[in-house]
């Protein structure tokens, strides 16, 4: 094998080694993040019958606090504390506290209390699903109390720094945050997909 051969084999083998380290790491980090769901469903379960907080595994810092369902898609449970840890498990809940929102009636909306329930996921596991989200599609909550419906009205990019999405204005909402492009190469991204919807209706239990 002459010089240039022997440098094109292993140049060719060290691409394939990378590539397949990549792709097993990428396989990784999905396989966990579908993996965690699972267990923090069982524990929104637990929570649900015991009314109190559950722990999906012993050493989390974490439990669910709610269900998010968008379209027909396999709901996604949300976590209490935004941390970069948090978010390697699931969607996170930002800025709201849920037990303290009073939802009101969609109908009467001038009257009742605004919000903004604002939850953020990784753009490659579980708010994947947002790059085909359109207008007029639905979001659901489930808070185990309430359970609140959402009409997406509002899609829009911005820089990481355009921190008034989460602002409570004079609407009840939800917004749902991720990374943008969904198909960037690096994680340290700094523009934000941001998907709103408005409240359109709520049942109790």
């Known amino acids: 094998m002459t010089t240039l051969k022997l440098k094109t084999y292993w140049l060719t083998a060290g691409l394939l080694i990378i590539i397949t380290v990549c792709w097993g790491q990428a396989g990784y980090i999905y396989a966990k993040a579908q993996l ?4 923090i ?25 709610a269900k998010l369902s968008i379209n027909q898609a396999q709901p996604l449970y949300v976590l209490a504390g935004a941390s970069n840890r948090n978010l390697a498990f699931g969607p996170v809940l930002l800025n709201a506290d849920l037990d303290d929102i009073d939802y009101g009636n969609a109908d ?3 009257k009742a209390q605004a919000f903004n ?8 596991t579980h708010f994947a699903l947002l790059q085909d989200i359109e207008y007029g599609d639905s979001i ?7 359970s609140v419906n959402f009409v997406v009205d509002e899609m829009v990019i911005v820089d990481e720094k355009y921190l008034s999405v989460l602002d409570v204005n004079d609407k009840q909402v939800i917004t749902l945050i991720t990374c943008y492009p969904f198909d960037a190469l690096s994680s340290a991204t700094p523009l934000r997909y941001v998907v709103r919807g408005r409240l359109v209706e709520k049942s109790v239990g």
């Open 41 to 65: 469903s069982d524990a929104w379960q637990q929570s649900i019958i015991s009314g109190m907080p559950v722990r999906p595994w012993d050493w989390a810092d974490t439990y669910p606090v």
């Open 140 to 146: 659901s909550l489930d808070t185990g109390k309430e």
């Open 36 to 39: 965690a769901q699972y267990l």
């Open 117 to 124: 329930i604002s939850i953020a996921a990784h753009r490659d």
């Open 108 to 110: 009467n909306a001038d």
